[in-house]
Every structure is written in structure tokens, then in C-alpha cells.
């Protein structure tokens, strides 16, 4: 059975940090990604890693500020978010793809976990 469950979520203050986990168990997955959902709007790409580790690619708006990793031996996916803003919050979720490569398209990935909410406070 596959699953992945992130964790890492909370309230933070702008400028401050948080790094989100996703565990996932079930298979061994080719590549990686974070999405999230503002309040308001619709899902969007984050980041996304190949297991691999030789490419990842980050939206615009999470480019500099945002790493995102993995450890295969785990079979978890990380998401350092640094200099956090207001923009940030949202619900963020992890998704995997057995076969695909990285992209940004949410059709990409064939599992996700539930979300976790990260709140950012001005």
C-alpha cells in the first residue's frame, strides 16, 4: 500500500524557517514534488526533486528561498523553506511519481499525501 505523509507544518513569523517532511512507503518513487494551496487559490508547484538527486526544479516564487531533498534510504522527501512570507501559507502537500519525471504538473504524480498547513504571521 502506498502512502505519503508529510509533517513538519506549523505557525511561523515571516523571515523565520521551516522544514517539511514527507514520508513515503509503498514503493520506490522516481521523483518528488511540494505543492500547496493559498487560501483562496488554486494548487500550485512548489518544488520537485528525480530520486536521483541530479535535477529539481522550484517554482519562481519559492526559487532561492526553498531546497528541496531527499534521502532514498527513507524514502522521504524534504522541503527547507527559508526567509518565509505571508505568500507562503498554505496547505502543502507532497506528491510522488512511480515512473514519471519531475515537473510541475499536478498530473504528473500518481500519489499525495493529506497536506500540511504552514502558516506564515506578518
Known amino acids: 500500500q502506498v502512502q505519503l505523509v508529510e509533517s513538519g507544518g506549523g505557525l511561523v513569523q515571516a523571515g523565520e524557517s521551516l522544514s517539511l517532511s514527507c514520508a513515503a512507503s509503498g514503493g520506490t518513487f522516481n521523483a518528488y514534488a511540494w505543492f500547496r494551496r493559498a487560501p483562496g487559490k488554486e494548487r500550485d508547484f512548489v518544488a520537485a526533486i528525480l530520486r536521483s538527486g541530479s535535477s529539481s526544479i522550484y517554482a519562481d516564487s519559492v526559487k532561492r528561498r526553498f531546497t528541496i531533498s531527499r534521502n532514498n534510504a527513507k524514502n522521504t522527501v524534504y522541503l527547507q523553506m527559508n526567509s518565509l512570507k505571508p505568500e507562503d501559507t498554505a496547505v502543502y502537500y507532497c506528491?510522488?511519481?512511480?515512473?514519471?519525471?519531475?515537473?510541475?504538473?499536478?498530473?504528473?504524480?500518481?500519489?499525495w499525501g493529506e497536506g500540511t498547513q504552514v502558516t506564515v504571521s506578518s
Open positions: 506528491a510522488a511519481s512511480l515512473f514519471g519525471s519531475i515537473s510541475a504538473y499536478i498530473w504528473s504524480y500518481d500519489y
